[in-house]
């Protein structure tokens, strides 16, 4: 019943408007027209003018105070070394362009309001003036050649080679969630192969690869505060994307072509939530390239930690190899290598090959 | 200078003002349906690309209503929607990606790509050059139709039970390959890929005709450097279609073959729902370069005819010549030959090599100089003009003003380091949609504006068109600008909620209001459709040439019949932007008036060129 009310209550309004309209329209016939009017120019020429400007200030009026009152809301925190640097250029990129935009639609809304026709104006000839020309070419060429060139410094030391002794964590995408993984004592991580992939084993951890015999996989990213961290990033099944806006930290995780980023963390969750005032407060992990239904919902906790709580916790995990936990895949480690991979993940119960031999495999 | 002159022989048969549908032989089907006048396929065009304009529109509005109220029961749309509304009232969130999908689709081929270049391509380059018609207009004719087709094709795939291609409109593979990965990547994209296919054919109908045309069919004097800025702009935009649209196509190809023959070109590695895929070798990111060397001319495809259509506009209603008519098109052909090589800053973070990033960076900001340059010699044309608020004036004002807005924020993505953190935000979102959709898209109204009297021969209502500008200019900037804010907080796009992210807690406010600004904005639009139809039937019989602008489609008459002059086409004695030249009689010459006709305002050099002229058939004015 609402529904119908609603439905008759439109068309009733749009019956209105349409029958306004047309003795509006009636009306125009009928009125005489004033002898000096322009035939050329329709009326409220002059007001459309004015509509302009006050477009203009009203606009600029709530560009600026917006900017101005929300800026924490809109500016996160910045939690890298890196985000400094790229945080300065976007200042002052953000700088030069507003001044630009303000500047620009000054003049294209005030023009349009001065130059609006008037009966006893005439036009300015004025087809082009080579100088004029050569200046507005010249010099955004030259604005835009220095912010490249300060971009570009940057740019090549963010994605350039990581330094000697970051600390190397594994990052996975997968519809609709992250994995992690750390190399373990060796401090290397061992190889994957997304054939050996199964319920448990979500990595695709390839047992044949000693090196992968004392990796850990723990549920959150954990990393220490004031060190390089290098991710090392690869998806499963779709694209993903490793984002996080306070690290100003962002790569595509792509099945079939491992990808990477390092960065500093310079502020420790514990900071973090002091600063912001949130006991809650976590780093998120935000999957930033479209990867079906739950998209929205692909969140990992990223947790920064003081060196030394970050040691500690280390040695914790790295108890807890990812084989220890899962015995059975013992089966899937070569002979040869058993022994060590007993050793290296620090099993303590061995289980009887024979059973082993049967289960595990990834098909 | 060729002269061409195809004379149709039904031109020869009566050639009066009235419009009289029984006078000719054509029946209504090769007249409105089949027909191959180049003026009616650009009507079928437009009408085609407005009414998916307004389906583009309200799917935006769905997801705008998701996003601005996550909260609200949207039971009501169940009707129209069915399963896609989940039990509790909700949006199903795959269908959310769908619409954003579609809309995106929709918007940028069959609206800005279609609508825009198939609309007024097809109607001012014969009416502008002075052809009677497009060099083939069979062909013209098959590239409509392939372009309903593909409507067609599309339109359906929204109706299948799967869904709708919802893996974005870039259709990044393996997303989009796998149909275990989302149900819209079933049968959904397989119809896409089938549309696009279509559409690309279309589109390559059309490019081929208006280069041609451009090329061979002008009138006696209409040298290049005479063509008005909206036939350079269409012709440049045509040659970048015809260059870039057949590599879209491979990319499509081979989507399909990965799809359908299991081959590995974009699939490696991949486990998926519980399955190792058989795939091995394959790469992502080639078909992210292949898609985005057709995708990033696209968007200078959208942009271009937008851009002609406003010089046309802002010269004619400031009463003023172009300003920089050489630097004009200079930058036209600049932004054409560096948009083929741009195209991988829609890649800096996927994981391409870094180096790669640096020169597309170089090679990013490099085409912000000739983008700048037009939007300076727009306002230096309005500097000391004397400026008619038509409507059409008004669209065209706003487009400089998008295009400036969004434009500038090309700054900060064009540049590699700052694309680290605004990638896939919403601070994308706001770019493109204010440079290239909402800018393109006031090019295209402004058009419908300022040639519907020359399509329709009758007038669209000038307040009611003030009124839909003001509504939609400031709705649109309500909609995109708070984006800005959003995007650099961070926040992803293509996301159905923020809700399980704290970072995201904020700006409910800001979304609640873009999505109310994108209801108002869209309401607007319907101000234009009751105006537009109502003036084609109703609206107030147009004079021969109401703006006083100077180009050739304004010497036809009211209703032109196929062919388009029903005598000799006419000659072109100078360029398009003779308005208010000192000494003059009226404040703008047509390109018809020889200079020997005008000792009194001709520059020295056209005193010379006046000696030269050849004058047959030209009847002397006053």
């Known amino acids: 019943m609402l529904n119908l009310i609603i439905v008759v209550a439109v068309i009733l309004v749009l019956a209105v408007l349409v029958t306004v309209f047309r003795v509006t329209n009636l009306v125009d016939v009928v009125k005489p027209k004033k002898d000096d009017a322009d035939a050329n120019v329709p009326s409220g020429n002059t007001a459309q003018g004015v509509l302009m400007v006050l477009f203009l200030v009203v606009g600029v009026i709530g560009f600026f105070y917006y900017s101005k009152t929300e800026f924490d809301t809109y500016n996160l925190p910045i939690t890298s070394e890196h985000g400094h640097i790229t945080e300065r250029l976007f200042w002052i990129t953000m700088v030069i362009t507003v001044f630009v935009f303000i500047v620009t639609q000054i003049f294209l809304f005030g023009f349009s309001f001065k130059y609006r026709y008037k009966k006893e104006n005439k036009a300015h000839f004025y087809p082009h003036n080579n100088k004029l020309e050569m200046i507005w070419t010249i010099v955004p060429a030259v604005v835009l050649a220095w912010l490249i060139i300060s971009g570009l410094k940057e740019w090549s030391k963010i994605t350039g080679p990581a330094p000697e002794g970051s600390e190397i964590v594994e990052v996975m995408g997968y519809q609709f969630a992250w994995a992690f993984r750390y190399p373990g004592k060796d401090g290397n991580l061992g190889d994957v192969d997304f054939r050996k992939i199964d ?102 906790i990223i947790t920064v930690l003081e060196q030394d709580e970050y040691d500690s916790w280390y040695k914790e995990q790295q108890e807890n190899t990812w084989l220890k936990q899962n015995p059975d895949y013992l089966a899937q480690v070569p002979n040869d290598l058993k022994e060590a991979a007993i050793i290296a993940s620090g099993i303590e119960i061995i289980e009887d090959e024979v059973n082993s031999s049967a289960q595990g495999s990834s098909k | ?441 006031f090019g295209m109204l402004a058009g419908v504006y300022h040639w519907f009297p020359k399509m329709f021969g009758r007038m669209m209502n000038d307040k009611l068109g003030k009124l839909h500008f003001w509504l939609s200019f400031v709705g649109i900037y309500m909609v995109f600008f708070p984006m800005h804010y959003i995007g650099i907080a961070g926040f992803p796009r293509r996301y159905y909620a923020f809700t399980s992210f704290d970072t995201f807690s904020g700006f409910a406010d800001l979304n609640a209001l873009v999505s109310i600004a994108a209801i108002l904005t869209l309401g607007a639009q319907f101000i234009f459709l009751f105006n537009f139809f109502y003036s084609i039937f109703r609206g107030k019989l147009a004079p021969a040439n109401p703006w006083k602008s100077n180009t050739l489609e304004w010497t036809t008459p009211r209703f032109p019949e196929h062919g388009n002059w029903p005598g000799a086409i006419p000659k072109v004695y100078r360029w398009a932007y003779d308005y208010s030249k000192p000494g003059a009689k009226d404040d703008f010459i047509p390109q018809t008036v020889p200079y020997s006709h005008t000792p009194e305002s001709n520059l020295d050099h056209e005193n010379e060129e006046a000696k030269n002229e050849d004058l047959t058939g030209v009847e002397k004015s006053e």
């Open chain 1, 199 to 300: 319920a448990i084993n979500q990595m695709g951890l390839d047992l044949s690869d000693r090196r992968g015999h004392d990796d850990f996989m723990p549920t959150q990213l954990v990393i220490p505060k004031g060190k390089p961290v290098l991710l090392k990033i690869r998806g499963r099944d779709v694209i993903h994307s490793v984002y996080n806006p306070h690290f100003r930290m962002q790569m595509n995780a792509v099945p079939g072509m491992p990808t990477q980023f390092w960065f500093v963390p310079t502020v420790s969750t514990a900071e973090m939530r002091e600063q912001t005032g949130n006991p809650d407060f976590n780093y998120e992990l935000v999957c930033n390239k479209i990867c079906g239904k739950s998209h929205f919902g692909m969140k990992g």
């Open chain 2, 1 to 441: 200078m060729s002269v061409t002159d195809i004379q149709l022989q039904q031109d020869t048969a009566g050639h009066d003002d009235h419009h009289d549908d029984h006078e000719h032989a054509q029946s209504f089907v090769t007249k409105y349906i089949f027909s191959t006048d180049h003026k009616t396929i650009a009507k079928q065009f437009l009408i085609t690309g407005i009414f998916w304009a307004l389906l583009g529109g309200i799917l935006s509005v769905i997801f705008r209503l998701q996003l601005g109220f996550p909260e609200m029961q949207l039971e009501w749309l169940r009707p129209f929607l069915g399963q896609w509304i989940t039990p509790e009232g909700q949006l199903d969130q795959e269908f959310y990606l769908a619409l954003v999908t579609m809309h995106g689709t929709i918007m940028v081929f069959f609206v800005l790509t279609a609508g825009l270049s198939g609309t007024f391509s097809n109607f001012l380059i014969p009416l502008q050059c002075g052809a009677r018609d497009m060099a083939s207009g069979f062909m013209n004719m098959l590239s409509y139709w392939f372009f309903f087709l593909s409507s067609v094709v599309m339109f359906v795939s929204m109706f299948i039970e799967t869904g709708p291609a919802s893996g974005g409109w870039t259709i990044y593979p393996p997303l989009s390959a796998l149909p275990q990965a989302m149900s819209g990547s079933g049968l959904g994209m397989t119809l896409w890929l089938v549309s696009m296919a279509l559409f690309i054919v279309s589109t390559l109908l059309g490019g081929i005709n208006y280069i041609t045309t451009v090329i061979n069919l002008r009138t006696e004097g209409m040298s290049f450097s005479r063509l008005p800025l909206t036939i350079w702009a269409f012709f440049i935009t045509a040659v970048l279609g015809l260059l870039s649209f057949p590599v879209l196509f491979s990319a499509a190809l081979l989507l399909i073959f990965d799809r359908s023959l299991g081959t590995s070109f974009y699939l490696s590695d991949i486990y998926i729902a519980g399955e190792a895929l058989p795939h091995l070798g394959g790469s992502p990111i080639l078909f992210q370069h292949l898609f985005w060397f057709l995708g990033h001319p696209e968007v200078y495809i959208v942009i271009l005819p937008a851009l002609g259509i406003t010089s046309e506009i802002i010269s004619t209603n400031s009463r003023k010549p172009i300003f920089g008519y050489k630097a004009m098109i200079g930058s036209m052909l600049g932004i054409g030959f560096l948009s083929f090589i741009v195209w991988a800053h829609h890649m800096f973070i996927t994981g391409m090599n870094p180096f790669l990033g640096s020169i597309f960076t170089i090679l990013t900001l490099i085409i912000a100089v000739p983008s700048a340059i037009k939007a300076f010699n727009y306002i230096t044309t309005l500097w000391k003009g004397n400026i008619i608020f038509t409507p059409a004036m008004l669209f065209s004002i706003g487009l400089v003003s998008f295009f400036i807005s969004g434009g500038v924020t090309g700054l900060f993505l064009g540049n590699s380091v700052l694309d680290i953190n605004l990638h896939d935000t919403y601070f994308v979102v706001a770019h493109f949609h204010l440079v290239m959709g909402s800018a393109a898209f």
